[in-house]
């Protein structure tokens, strides 16, 4: 076998190394790294396969094939990995439907999966000599937290989180400024998209970058999308071991970083049948599917404030894969859901079926009721659930009419104390906090 190269997705970069896709993140022509062939597995093959790491060393071999990472892909596996991701049912509906519950990691989202994996791998890249790394990540709530908590006392980097004030949840703040030692949390007077900017503009900034070795870990950075691609590899087998049917998904839709995920496993041979994408109001995506107009625009804060994105980032990965709007359309269908319907749907479902959502797995919720009464009968469908209610216990409890449980993980970290710098959405104010 050969080794696995990758490529920009506007082919002008030169190709790389997996671990050289990993340390760079954005490619240089500011395409995102995707591997130049998709590799294959058999499903059979994974016949008494279980819990993650196992599954990652089987369906990720080939992504790493002939990298300097190869020979540790189980170990990184082991270590990031060592998560729950249980496909559950919901006994209550009368249609054959599941969770695939993404919350049970350390800060609750399933961010987790993709930083955990980023940070595991990255370490092992590291000459010990190598000045520590700065990773600017900007986050509309869930990745800043993930990230921190992954990379939290690795001292080879260094974490700089800035996120919107006012525009994250009370718990999704804490989550982001509850930590010490190597990270540090910049509240941007600002939206998200300034937040980016930001990041963007230290990254161009000669002097700055003379001076701090700057990475990043947003969801363009392949070694978050890939240990995504396990969990629906995983979930997908036990659906066909359950039903003999290929399981269908409904997926909160932001940056499409955890649907792309699920698009990729599809496309290596697992039993997955059709992907939904369920946005919030945010609604480029499914507006591009209806029309074939694609039409980014600045984004606009929902209840589920993680899926804020107006130009996902991802769309330009996903046209890679499938460059013709029609061909795009036979692989991917999307709704739009706006605030309104994701409270009712919260409260609707609780009473239906007992189950508590988030507002980000509302809106998969919302999607999946509105498709055709026979289509829902006719197969079974899962709702990817990326995050635990009790993050956004302010939004969720009222509809309730009751409290959320917390996790104890996330219980941990409400009890630790805040750490923030306010800062004004201009690069000197970032500079300075930086140094
Ligand atoms: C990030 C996030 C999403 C959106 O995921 P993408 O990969 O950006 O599409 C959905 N739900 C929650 C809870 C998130 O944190």
């Known amino acids: 076998m050969s080794k696995m190269t990758y490529v920009s997705t506007r082919s002008t970069a030169p190709a790389l190394s997996l671990s050289g896709a990993l340390m760079r993140g954005l490619a240089p022509d500011g395409g995102l790294y995707v591997p130049s062939r998709l590799p294959t597995v058999d499903p059979d093959s994974f016949a008494g396969v279980a819990g993650l790491p196992a599954l990652a060393r089987r369906a990720l071999r080939g992504f790493f094939e002939g990298d300097a990472l190869e020979p540790m892909l189980g170990e990184i596996a082991d270590a990031a990995l060592d998560l729950q991701a249980p496909t559950?049912?919901?006994?209550?509906?009368?249609?054959?439907?599941?969770v695939l519950e993404l919350f049970?990691?350390?800060?609750a989202a399933f961010k987790d999966f993709g930083a955990r994996f980023l940070a595991e791998s990255l370490q092992r890249l590291r000459a010990p000599s190598e000045a520590p790394l700065t990773i600017l990540v900007a986050t509309?709530?869930?990745?800043?937290?993930?990230?921190?908590?992954?990379?939290?006392?690795?001292?080879?980097?260094?974490?700089?989180?800035?996120?919107?004030k006012g525009l994250v949840s009370p718990r999704q703040e804490q989550?982001?400024?509850?930590?010490?030692?190597?990270?540090?949390?910049?509240?941007?007077?600002?939206?998200?998209?300034?937040?980016?900017r930001l990041v963007k503009e230290a990254f161009l900034d000669p002097a700055l970058a003379r001076k701090h070795r700057f990475s990043s870990a947003n969801s363009i950075n392949i070694g978050r999308l890939l240990p995504q691609m396990v969990y629906y590899v995983g979930s997908s087998l036990e659906i066909k071991r359950r039903t003999g049917e290929h399981a269908n998904y409904v997926i909160p839709a932001g940056n499409l970083g955890n649907a792309f995920a699920a698009v990729w496993a599809r496309a290596i041979g697992l039993p997955i049948g059709r992907i939904l994408l369920a946005h919030n109001a945010n609604r480029a995506v499914p507006d591009y599917l209806r029309s074939g107009a694609w039409e980014p625009r600045p984004s606009i804060p929902t209840l589920a404030s993680a899926m804020d994105v107006g130009n996902p980032s991802n769309m330009e990965r996903l046209r890679a894969l499938f460059p013709t709007w029609e061909g795009l359309r036979g692989q991917l269908d999307a709704d739009s859901i706006d605030d309104a319907a994701i409270q009712t749907r919260i409260r609707e479902d609780y009473r239906k079926f007992g189950r508590e959502w988030c507002p980000h797995t509302a809106t998969a919720a919302e999607a999946y009721s509105r498709l055709p009464a026979a289509e829902r009968a006719d197969k079974p469908w899962v709702l990817v659930a990326t995050a635990h209610p009790a993050k956004f216990n302010e939004i969720v409890e009222p509809l309730l009419?009751?409290?959320?449980?917390?996790?104890?993980?996330?219980?941990?970290?409400?009890?630790?104390?805040?750490?923030?710098t306010d800062v004004a959405p201009e690069l000197p104010a970032v500079a300075a906090a930086i140094e």
């Open 401 to 420: 009419g009751k409290p959320v449980d917390v996790p104890e993980s996330l219980a941990r970290l409400l009890g630790l104390p805040q750490r923030l």
């Open 140 to 164: 509309s709530g869930d990745t800043g937290g993930a990230v921190a908590a992954a990379f939290h006392r690795r001292p080879w980097v260094r974490i700089v989180i800035l996120y919107p």
């Open 175 to 196: 989550q982001l400024t509850c930590w010490d030692d190597n990270v540090a949390s910049l509240r941007v007077d600002g939206s998200f998209d300034d937040c980016q």
């Open 104 to 107: 049970h990691g350390p800060t």
């Open 88 to 98: 559950t049912p919901v006994p209550a509906s009368a249609d054959p439907l599941y």
